[in-house]
């Protein structure tokens, strides 16, 4: 049976570009007959999917929608908002974005896919209702049928690798260290793997690639993994084993700039290189590699470099976030971290099942776990796995660089029902049990 696509508005009323795209998938293609609510839910209701252009799509739609098995598409951007996105996630509806630089390359693989995705077409479709994907550009394809190999399971092999794992590709992680996210807590590592593993995903750790060799149009993956050979297939490769700066035939020895072994541009406090007239900052410093540090590096060094500011770098409590679902972010030094620095500590696990918001939300993969200095109780690192994580992390954040302690923390008043408060019960479990406080509970 043919899918049937409603499309809810358009500028062209000839809807050329969509026909061309999804006809040759077997599906009708029809422009609503108005727009209004009750009209829109009607027309929903015998259809496969709704294609949203330009025009707001209220909340009693999408609900409408869900109910009756359509799938709402977001056809040019949320940016536009033209859907109610958290509504359309909370009720498990597909919500994506094709933004206008791109139409003309991905346009027509995201349409096709899409529908590929509401109907079951070409295969499994299992987890497309995480919602508010990016499409990348001309990449995305029958994926369904397709398995990926993914070498390096930190953020960006993570982030990249269960956005194809839920648009139906057959997706195996490689990393050469003993845990995915080696970078992060054990414990955030686990509950990400544990989430990758049950919605498909293989992962292979402490596995070191050894060659790749063509096998037709697949290619066949060696690597050794606790000392046994073995091998991998996978259509595609994604390699995410990291970065390092390209600073080889600059000529900076000519310029008196020194570099360590991985040419990265070596600099003091305040970003001067050995050079004393010459700045470094962002990606080609030792410093972490997230754009956020690149653009407060940039005008720190320009400030030092023109106006003789004399700021130096402050990275006590710099947040990162693994934007996976659930996302996993961090504040400041692991538990690891922490010792490797000197520091006594004190650590607390709190299970996503004892935060209010999480239960709600009826997802509670995931955790918060705090690492304090175990004579002054000054807190130094959290960690959040959680939906909201990467908002959430801000709150840890500020704590750390105000020098809070972990009572102080406890003690802070915290709205219920949000992800922060998960970092305020955490805190609480240094002392108390939260299972007996009621809710709230000061």
């Known amino acids: 049976m043919a899918a ?4 809810t508005d358009h500028v062209f009323a000839d809807l050329d570009t969509e026909r061309a795209v999804l006809e040759p998938h077997g599906a009708e293609v029809v422009l609503a007959e108005g727009t209004g609510e009750a009209e829109l839910i009607e027309q929903a209701s015998d259809c496969d999917a709704m294609l949203v252009c330009f025009a707001k799509v209220p909340e009693s739609v999408v609900a409408a929608a869900a109910e009756g098995g359509c799938r709402v598409i977001s056809r040019y951007g949320i940016g536009y908002d033209n859907i109610d996105v958290e509504a359309a996630t909370s009720r498990g509806l597909l919500v994506t974005y094709v933004p206008d630089y791109c139409l003309d390359e991905v346009a027509d693989h995201a349409m ?12 499994s479709a299992r987890d497309v209702a995480a919602g508010g994907w990016q499409v990348p550009h001309g990449v995305v394809r029958r994926l369904s049928e397709r398995r990926l190999a993914v070498i390096g399971a930190s953020a960006v092999g993570l982030e990249l690798g269960q956005f194809f794992l839920h648009v139906g590709a057959q997706v195996t992680f490689l990393d050469v260290a003993d845990r995915i996210a080696p970078f992060e807590e054990p414990e955030a590592s686990a509950a990400l793997a544990q989430v990758l ?12 690639v050894l060659g790749v060799e063509r096998d037709g149009e697949a290619r066949r993956l060696r690597i050794r993994v606790g000392g046994t050979q073995r091998s991998v297939e996978a259509d595609e490769l994604l390699v995410a084993t990291g970065r390092r700066p390209n600073t080889a035939g600059l000529g900076l020895d000519a310029a008196g700039i020194a ?3 991985r040419g990265t541009v070596v600099v003091d406090p305040q970003l001067r290189t ?15 590699q997230f754009v956020y540090v690149a653009a407060a590096q940039g005008a720190l060094a320009a400030d030092n470099a023109l106006g003789g500011a004399g700021r130096t770098v402050d990275d006590a409590g710099l947040p990162r976030v693994t934007f996976t679902s659930p996302q996993l972010a961090g504040a400041g030094p692991t538990e690891a971290q922490a010792r490797a620095a000197g520091h006594q500590v004190r650590t607390t696990v709190l299970p996503l099942g004892a935060v209010p918001r999480a239960l709600v939300n009826r997802d509670t993969r995931g955790l918060v776990k705090l690492v304090a200095d175990a004579a002054s109780g000054r807190l130094l690192g959290a960690t959040i796995v959680g939906d909201g994580a990467g908002d959430a ?7 750390i660089r105000a020098g809070m302690t972990t009572a102080e923390l406890a003690a802070t008043v915290h709205p219920y029902l949000t992800m922060a408060e998960g970092l305020k019960l955490a805190a609480q479990t240094f002392t108390r049990d939260v299972d007996r406080l009621s809710c709230c509970a000061p």
Do not use: E
Not at 274 to 288: H, K
């Open 393 to 399: 992390i801000q709150t840890a954040v500020l704590a």
């Open 274 to 288: 050995s050079n004393p007239r010459v700045w470094a900052a962002g990606d080609v410093t030792p410093s972490p």
């Open 4 to 7: 049937k696509v409603l499309v």
């Open 112 to 123: 096709a896919l899409l529908l590929a995705l509401a109907r079951n077409v070409v295969g």
């Open 259 to 261: 570099v360590d072994q």
């Open 197 to 208: 593993t049950a919605q498909g995903a293989t992962i292979h750790t402490a596995a070191q």
